[in-house]
């Protein structure tokens, strides 16, 4: 089976731990990951509440991947942790740095909502 027919399995079985051990076996040093990959291990350690660690994931995110999604989950995950100054930071560079994004509304409710 292909690597990423098992991540697709263990995903959406919702089995997060296996998932979060298979990266780990496949990719050792979290750096290597490549961007998709890691927006599905961010998830996982989002899912298993290790918020902090997904945090960190999504900082080794390449310029080349979507800076809207990655503005919106950083501000997610940071809210999560209580860090609302962190949230409102990326929020509100969603907002003006990507306004024709698909986040952007979402980005603006959650904005609100903290003011």
């Known amino acids: 089976m292909e690597k990423d027919d098992i991540i697709k399995i263990l995903y959406v079985s919702e089995r997060y ?5 298979y990266f780990h076996n496949i990719y050792g040093e979290e750096k290597s990951f490549t961007d998709i990959d890691r927006m599905i291990y ?7 509440g290790k918020y902090k660690e997904a945090i960190n994931s ?3 995110i390449s310029e080349d991947y979507p800076i809207d ?3 919106f989950l ?3 995950y940071n809210k999560k942790t209580g860090n609302i100054h962190a949230t409102n930071i990326y929020l509100d560079n969603l907002i003006s740095d990507c306004p024709d994004s698909e986040y952007y509304k979402l980005a603006k409710l959650q904005y609100k909502s903290f003011k």
């Open 17 to 21: 731990v296996e998932l979060a051990e």
């Open 69 to 71: 999604e990655k503005y």
């Open 74 to 76: 950083l501000a997610l």
């Open 58 to 60: 999504l900082e080794f």
């Open 42 to 48: 961010s998830d996982v350690l989002y899912r298993l």
